[in-house]
């Protein structure tokens, strides 16, 4: 296909998409803030692991993307999709120029758990330099869910908003999530600008009612939609740092010595990102940047990771693995990239990600080249160097990301994020693993 005749394609399908979109919105699922999702939205959270998605889904990002089941274009020269993905809702896109390559029920509404979490940071980010420090107080952890993933916050402790960056980053807290929206005038305020932002992300399968994703009554998202949280936050340098830290230093609590005198320790935090940190199951892939994961008892394991191989850039987000085995949602996300490196380029895609509503008005050349939010430090978020700095892991170091290809940052072809134009991803790192 030509590339005028791509041009035409995408333009149509962004077209349809916001025609088809507007009469989808026409339910109340998606304003905000507190908005009520439909009953379909409403059941998809709550439902069993054996629910069949909806007859009707969105079809923002084309007319595929709301049809059930697998959509993919096989053709001759085109691998075959792996047969034993068993997730309910899954998509592989590539993120720059933001073509689905093959997708399964991507508009299903699901319970989204910490991936979530994506969102939340594509909308705070900008608000608070790195630096700014906050004495943490009970009202900010009122309203924490039982059994929810804590990064270890105190009361009565003071932490740097890269700290507590840190905490949501690596080890999904939902305690450092709680403190940031008290930050940004409470959980309510912080839920409905994460609405706002969801919509105008075009992300309209997506209903927040809590921010850290935890499990909550018509709180839903969709494959597609998360997949669109990943590629707007990865716009951010702050975001493409932090979600690539592999471990760092936390600040403790503050206790006296055996001379009395109070002090301050710290203690070393992981990535939960299994495909960033690895595990005894699972390796460390190769070109893999971020992004978030997620796991609760209504979502099940939920998964969008971004990966740079040999000159592309692919998402893929995965939603509630069916096989019950342990790593089962980083197993199939492997699978999904080892096939969208091997088909990008051969294969016809079958929808896009659309832009944000207010990207053709706003961008101009060159625009968020460097991505940094929220008055981010020069240094890198985990110990005073940049994510990208080939850091070892070392008994009294922090190991963060791990080395360079060759040492030296990849800088994608930059400019304006416009509709039918590729939308960069500044300095985003190849790692050799």
């Given at each position: 296909?030509?590339?005028?005749?791509?041009?035409?394609?995408?333009?149509?399908?962004?077209?349809?998409?916001?025609?088809?979109?507007?009469?989808?919105?026409?339910?109340?699922?998606?304003?905000?803030?507190?908005?009520?999702?439909?009953?379909?939205?409403?059941?998809?959270?709550?439902?069993?692991?054996?629910?069949?998605?909806?007859?009707?889904?969105?079809?923002?990002?084309?007319?595929?993307?709301?049809?059930?089941?697998?959509?993919?274009?096989?053709?001759?020269?085109?691998?075959?999709?792996?047969?034993?993905?068993?997730?309910?809702?899954?998509?592989?896109?590539?993120?720059?120029?933001?073509?689905?390559?093959?997708?399964?029920?991507?508009?299903?509404?699901?319970?989204?758990?910490?991936?979530?979490?994506?969102?939340?940071?594509?909308?705070?980010?900008?608000?608070?330099?790195?630096?700014?420090?906050?004495?943490?107080?009970?009202?900010?952890?009122?309203?924490?869910?039982?059994?929810?993933?804590?990064?270890?916050?105190?009361?009565?402790?003071?932490?740097?908003?890269?700290?507590?960056?840190?905490?949501?980053?690596?080890?999904?807290?939902?305690?450092?999530?709680?403190?940031?929206?008290?930050?940004?005038?409470?959980?309510?305020?912080?839920?409905?600008?994460?609405?706002?932002?969801?919509?105008?992300?075009?992300?309209?399968?997506?209903?927040?009612?809590?921010?850290?994703?935890?499990?909550?009554?018509?709180?839903?998202?969709?494959?597609?939609?998360?997949?669109?949280?990943?590629?707007?936050?990865?716009q951010k340098k702050d975001f493409r740092e932090y979600s690539s830290t592999v471990t760092?230093?936390?600040?403790?609590?503050?206790?006296?010595?055996?001379?009395?005198?109070?002090?301050?320790?710290?203690?070393?935090?992981?990535?939960?990102?299994?495909?960033?940190?690895?595990?005894?199951?699972?390796?460390?892939?190769?070109?893999?940047?971020?992004?978030?994961?997620?796991?609760?008892?209504?979502?099940?394991?939920?998964?969008?990771?971004?990966?740079?191989?040999?000159?592309?850039?692919?998402?893929?987000?995965?939603?509630?693995?069916?096989?019950?085995?342990?790593?089962?949602?980083?197993?199939?996300?492997?699978?999904?990239?080892?096939?969208?490196?091997?088909?990008?380029?051969?294969?016809?895609?079958?929808?896009?990600?659309?832009?944000?509503?207010?990207?053709?008005?706003?961008?101009?050349?060159?625009?968020?080249?460097?991505?940094?939010?929220?008055?981010?430090?020069?240094?890198?978020?985990?110990?005073?160097?940049?994510?990208?700095?080939?850091?070892?892991?070392?008994?009294?170091?922090?190991?963060?990301?791990?080395?360079?290809?060759?040492?030296?940052?990849?800088?994608?072809?930059?400019?304006?994020?416009?509709?039918?134009?590729?939308?960069?991803?500044?300095?985003?790192?190849?790692?050799?693993?």
């Amino acid at each position: 296909m030509s590339a005028p005749q791509k041009t035409t394609r995408r333009s149509l399908l962004v077209t349809s998409a916001a025609l088809t979109s507007f009469a989808l919105a026409a339910a109340p699922a998606f304003a905000a803030p507190g908005p009520k999702p439909s009953a379909s939205a409403s059941s998809s959270a709550s439902a069993s692991a054996s629910a069949t998605p909806p007859a009707k889904m969105s079809t923002v990002g084309g007319a595929r993307l709301g049809q059930a089941g697998t959509q993919v274009n096989l053709a001759s020269g085109v691998p075959v999709l792996p047969k034993d993905i068993s997730a309910r809702s899954w998509i592989v896109a590539d993120a720059e120029s933001g073509e689905v390559l093959a997708a399964h029920n991507a508009h299903w509404r699901l319970a989204p758990a910490s991936t979530l979490k994506m969102l939340f940071a594509d909308t705070l980010l900008p608000k608070f330099p790195s630096t700014t420090e906050h004495k943490v107080v009970p009202a900010d952890l009122a309203g924490v869910g039982a059994g929810s993933s804590m990064v270890g916050i105190k009361e009565d402790e003071t932490y740097t908003v890269h700290d507590l960056w840190l905490g949501v980053f690596l080890r999904s807290g939902n305690d450092a999530v709680h403190v940031l929206s008290a930050m940004n005038g409470g959980v309510k305020n912080t839920v409905a600008e994460m609405n706002e932002h969801a919509e105008e992300l075009q992300a309209l399968d997506t209903n927040v009612v809590s921010p850290d994703g935890y499990d909550a009554p018509r709180q839903v998202s969709s494959a597609y939609d998360l997949t669109l949280f990943a590629r707007s936050g990865l716009q951010k340098k702050d975001f493409r740092e932090y979600s690539s830290t592999v471990t760092a230093k936390f600040p403790g609590e503050t206790k006296k010595n055996k001379k009395g005198k109070k002090v301050r320790g710290t203690f070393e935090i992981q990535n939960t990102n299994r495909l960033l940190s690895g595990d005894s199951d699972v390796d460390v892939y190769p070109g893999i940047a971020g992004v978030k994961n997620g796991n609760t008892t209504n979502a099940g394991a939920t998964f969008t990771g971004v990966v740079e191989q040999g000159g592309k850039v692919l998402l893929v987000t995965v939603m509630n693995p069916e096989k019950d085995e342990h790593n089962e949602v980083y197993k199939e996300t492997a699978k999904l990239f080892d096939w969208g490196f091997k088909a990008v380029g051969k294969v016809e895609p079958v929808g896009e990600l659309v832009p944000p509503k207010g990207a053709e008005a706003s961008a101009q050349p060159g625009a968020n080249d460097a991505g940094q939010a929220g008055g981010a430090s020069a240094s890198g978020p985990a110990s005073g160097k940049p994510v990208a700095a080939a850091v070892e892991h070392g008994s009294g170091g922090i190991g963060i990301a791990l080395a360079i290809t060759g040492g030296v940052l990849v800088l994608l072809a930059a400019g304006a994020f416009l509709v039918n134009r590729r939308w960069p991803l500044p300095d985003l790192v190849r790692r050799r693993h």
